[in-house]
């Protein structure tokens, strides 16, 4: 409806929007001159206005704070170097960077879950004044820059983290989110929870009232016996209408783990059912009379309601095929997961770090994050899965799920599956 009034006023917003852009079009010009230090003094002579340079100089100080810092934490398929090159800085000090990496023996070997801190200064031609990457939840490494700006020196770190593991169990009242939250479970691990369950699980539809869930964790404490961080999800069980949906952390091979089901069944499927946490299912697959355009259309995805901001996931690994305008659809992105399979998702607010055409993603990647750009009335994820090119229903897809342990490998994860029912027992005891 918007749409419409707005065409009422155009005839007398049009100076204005001339007025507007042709304001943006010299401050962008002149930001980006000032960027260019270099060529900047080759083309002194339109900048030695002091007037026009203070003003640019503001610009630039209010969009970039000069200090700024970023955390990432590692994912299957990361390496130093993918890590690294994500980073906005300069390919020098990206060298200079990844060499200190690994020079530091303690860091050979990269694992998933290990998170890394990195604080920019933005005024500087070297931007990285310091990192810190976790070797564990128990010990850090922190790099400094040092004066000249050409190497980083390193200093281990212990903190004094104590390791405890929590068993919580519950019925579901209203939301998994909401009754997790009650039993003091951090977000963090809520998240994890969901994006585990994400693959076989339709968090609005298949989950009913008094179904529940039991789940044990890692929670890291510092000496004063406060929760500084958690860990990883060692098991969880969601018990949907009377059936289990167990999973058990497993590692299948060294520093690789995985999560599997009471019958050694990896529990990733190609694609997820569910890209997004949180989110209500607003509109399903199928025939529907569009809210904009008035007349029945078919609906050729399923639409998640979300707030403005909520990560959006890659439902599967692959590579970025588009993340630009698709018309309606405002800001999209299509990711291309094989032969068989694509994914699009529509309205975004903005794209994930990084994510652009030809991009490799992995799954559970954040690609971007809910808006409502393109012909949209409210904030939504509008999500398509397109087989052999034919557009389909996600919510009743039935994939292929991923690594089945078999021979010595499923004998060692009975073992591992035991000991986890031990501690299960053990945990629930001291509970009561
Ligand atoms: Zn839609």
Redesign the pocket.
């Not at 419409?4 to 010009?29: A, M, P, Q, R």
């Not at 040092?146 to 770190?157: E, P, R, V, Y």
């Not at 869930?213 to 016996?225: A, G, H, P, R, S």
């Given at each position: 409806m918007k749409y419409f009034k707005l065409s009422n006023y155009k005839d007398y917003s049009i100076f204005f929007w001339i007025i507007l852009v042709s304001i943006i079009g010299i401050t962008i010009t002149t930001i980006y001159k000032t960027n260019k230090e270099d060529e900047a003094q080759k083309i002194k002579g339109t900048l030695d206005n002091i007037y026009l340079k203070k003003i640019t100089k503001e610009i630039t100080n209010n969009l970039e704070p000069r200090y700024s810092s970023l955390d990432y934490v590692s994912r299957s398929g990361d390496t130093y170097q993918s890590i690294v090159d994500s980073l906005n800085i300069i390919k020098e000090e990206k060298k200079i960077l990844l060499e200190s990496i690994l020079k530091e023996k303690s860091l050979k070997i990269l694992r998933t879950n290990q998170k890394f801190i990195f604080k920019f200064d933005n005024m500087t031609k070297f931007k990285i004044v310091e990192f810190k990457i976790e070797t564990d939840k128990k010990n850090e490494i922190i790099f400094t820059s040092s004066n000249a700006k050409n190497s980083f020196t390193s200093k281990k770190i212990k903190k004094n983290f104590k390791k405890k593991l929590v068993y919580k169990e519950t019925s579901i009242i209203d939301s998994l989110y909401n009754s997790a939250l009650n039993l003091k479970i951090s977000p963090n691990i809520i998240i994890e929870f969901a994006r585990l369950y994400g693959f076989q699980v339709d968090f609005q539809r298949d989950i009913w009232k008094d179904d529940s869930f039991q789940i044990i964790y890692e929670e890291y404490l510092n000496d004063k016996n406060q929760i500084v961080d958690t860990g990883e999800i060692i098991f969880a069980n969601l018990n949907l209408q009377n059936n289990d949906l167990q999973l058990y952390k497993y590692e299948y091979e060294k520093n690789k783990v995985d999560y599997f089901d009471e019958n050694g069944k990896s529990i990733k499927k190609t694609l997820m059912k569910t890209p997004i946490n949180g989110a209500r299912l607003s509109?399903s697959y199928g025939k529907r009379k569009h809210p904009i355009l008035g007349y029945t259309k078919m609906?050729?995805?399923?639409?998640f309601a979300a707030p403005t901001g909520t990560p959006i996931m890659a439902s599967g690994d692959g590579k970025v095929m588009k993340a630009g305008w698709c018309g309606g659809g405002g800001k999209c992105v299509k990711i291309k997961h094989n032969k068989t399979y694509q994914t699009v998702y529509?309205?975004m607010s903005k794209f994930g770090r990084g994510i652009k055409k030809g991009v490799r993603v992995k799954q559970g990647q954040i690609i971007g994050y809910v808006g409502s750009t393109g012909m949209s009335t409210g904030p939504?994820l509008?999500?398509e899965v397109i087989e052999n090119g034919r557009k389909i229903n996600s919510q009743k897809l039935r994939l292929p799920s991923g690594k089945i342990l078999k021979g010595e490998d499923r004998k060692k994860f009975e073992v591992s599956k035991i000991k986890i029912d031990v501690l299960k027992s053990n945990l629930i005891i001291k509970n009561n």
């Amino acid at each position: 409806m918007k749409y419409f009034k707005l065409s009422n006023y155009k005839d007398y917003s049009i100076f204005f929007w001339i007025i507007l852009v042709s304001i943006i079009g010299i401050t962008i010009t002149t930001i980006y001159k000032t960027n260019k230090e270099d060529e900047a003094q080759k083309i002194k002579g339109t900048l030695d206005n002091i007037y026009l340079k203070k003003i640019t100089k503001e610009i630039t100080n209010n969009l970039e704070p000069r200090y700024s810092s970023l955390d990432y934490v590692s994912r299957s398929g990361d390496t130093y170097q993918s890590i690294v090159d994500s980073l906005n800085i300069i390919k020098e000090e990206k060298k200079i960077l990844l060499e200190s990496i690994l020079k530091e023996k303690s860091l050979k070997i990269l694992r998933t879950n290990q998170k890394f801190i990195f604080k920019f200064d933005n005024m500087t031609k070297f931007k990285i004044v310091e990192f810190k990457i976790e070797t564990d939840k128990k010990n850090e490494i922190i790099f400094t820059s040092s004066n000249a700006k050409n190497s980083f020196t390193s200093k281990k770190i212990k903190k004094n983290f104590k390791k405890k593991l929590v068993y919580k169990e519950t019925s579901i009242i209203d939301s998994l989110y909401n009754s997790a939250l009650n039993l003091k479970i951090s977000p963090n691990i809520i998240i994890e929870f969901a994006r585990l369950y994400g693959f076989q699980v339709d968090f609005q539809r298949d989950i009913w009232k008094d179904d529940s869930f039991q789940i044990i964790y890692e929670e890291y404490l510092n000496d004063k016996n406060q929760i500084v961080d958690t860990g990883e999800i060692i098991f969880a069980n969601l018990n949907l209408q009377n059936n289990d949906l167990q999973l058990y952390k497993y590692e299948y091979e060294k520093n690789k783990v995985d999560y599997f089901d009471e019958n050694g069944k990896s529990i990733k499927k190609t694609l997820m059912k569910t890209p997004i946490n949180g989110a209500r299912l607003s509109s399903s697959y199928g025939k529907r009379k569009h809210p904009i355009l008035g007349y029945t259309k078919m609906h050729t995805g399923t639409d998640f309601a979300a707030p403005t901001g909520t990560p959006i996931m890659a439902s599967g690994d692959g590579k970025v095929m588009k993340a630009g305008w698709c018309g309606g659809g405002g800001k999209c992105v299509k990711i291309k997961h094989n032969k068989t399979y694509q994914t699009v998702y529509a309205h975004m607010s903005k794209f994930g770090r990084g994510i652009k055409k030809g991009v490799r993603v992995k799954q559970g990647q954040i690609i971007g994050y809910v808006g409502s750009t393109g012909m949209s009335t409210g904030p939504h994820l509008h999500y398509e899965v397109i087989e052999n090119g034919r557009k389909i229903n996600s919510q009743k897809l039935r994939l292929p799920s991923g690594k089945i342990l078999k021979g010595e490998d499923r004998k060692k994860f009975e073992v591992s599956k035991i000991k986890i029912d031990v501690l299960k027992s053990n945990l629930i005891i001291k509970n009561n």
